[in-house]
């Protein structure tokens, strides 16, 4: 198990329970107490968690929002749809996330992969920027990020929806506006060949469509049950969307279908 996957298994063990012991977290991952407690100290430097004597308990600001995501069904298909897209940003570049259990995960394997610092790409030049940019309109994702001083955090202005932690409104269009992104995640509640990709409440879904307006990449992560599935309010047409990000149990015929209408899909 490499050190990302162990950090990931760690984060949702503490936020499952609010707190881990040393002894326990190497039982359940089956590696010596030794490489827990390193671990835990790094986690605790990027200020994931809080180090105890013996073990940690969950960072407040960190986890305190995002623990009503935890019952969210397909998880491990999310996590891993999570990390193929942190993979994918290049550091220095202005990410856009929308909201959702999906573009949730993704902020946390982003704040990972950049948990030291600028990942620097081969041969790039040093820069005195953040490693990346996050802007986003949704609460949840601004919390957890908001405590990673190597990220610079955006977020809109607008009502808060309490289901989906998702700002919307005037407020949100007037930030969107004035922003240019390298790339935006987003995350939705169906994907159709013929009609794209649409969510099921109408003003996130026009948040959402600005997103993808203002981006130069678009990606959209969701997991497989989701495809060939219809809601109310459509985002945009699969011809906007540059790849999608799911997993292994989409349909060889969908693919087809999104793949002949110039959508690359990657499956993990």
């Known amino acids: 198990m490499s050190k990302h996957e162990r950090w990931n298994t760690l984060l949702e063990l503490l936020a499952a329970s609010g707190k881990l012991e040393v002894e326990e977290a190497a039982t359940a991952l089956d590696v010596s107490a030794a490489t827990i407690r ?13 180090r ?4 940690a308990v969950v960072h407040g600001v960190s986890y305190e929002l995002p623990l009503r995501y935890k019952s969210t069904r397909h998880a491990p298909e999310k996590r891993r749809i999570a990390e193929a897209v942190a993979d994918l940003v290049a550091p220095g570049e202005v990410v856009g996330l929308n909201g959702g259990t999906t573009t949730t995960e993704v902020a946390r394997a982003l704040a990972l992969r950049f948990a030291s610092g600028r990942a620097e790409a081969p041969g790039a030049a040093v820069s005195a920027g953040p490693a990346l940019t996050v802007v986003t309109n949704a609460l949840n994702i601004a919390g957890e990020l908001a405590v990673r ?12 929806r309490p289901q989906t932690y998702e700002l919307v409104g005037p407020l949100t269009v007037g930030v969107l506006n004035e922003v240019v992104l390298d790339v935006v995640v987003l ?3 169906g994907v159709d060949a013929e009609l794209g990709v649409m969510a099921h409440q109408e003003d996130e879904a026009s948040i959402s469509r600005l997103f993808a307006e203002r981006a130069s990449r678009v990606v959209v992560v969701t997991d497989s049950s989701k495809m060939g599935r219809r809601a109310f309010a459509r985002i945009c047409g699969l011809d906007r969307i540059d790849l999608l990000v799911t997993d292994a149990g989409i349909a060889q015929e969908t693919v087809a279908q999104l793949t002949e209408a110039g959508v690359k899909v990657l499956t993990v």
Not at 52 to 55: A, F, K, P
Request: no cysteine; proline share 3%; hydrophobic share 40%.
């Open 149 to 160: 001083p190597q990220i610079k955090i955006v977020t809109t202005g607008g009502v808060a």
């Open 187 to 189: 995350g939705v509640d």
């Open 52 to 55: 105890t004597r013996g073990g």
């Open 38 to 50: 390193r671990d835990l100290d790094e986690l605790a430097e990027q200020q994931l968690l809080v």
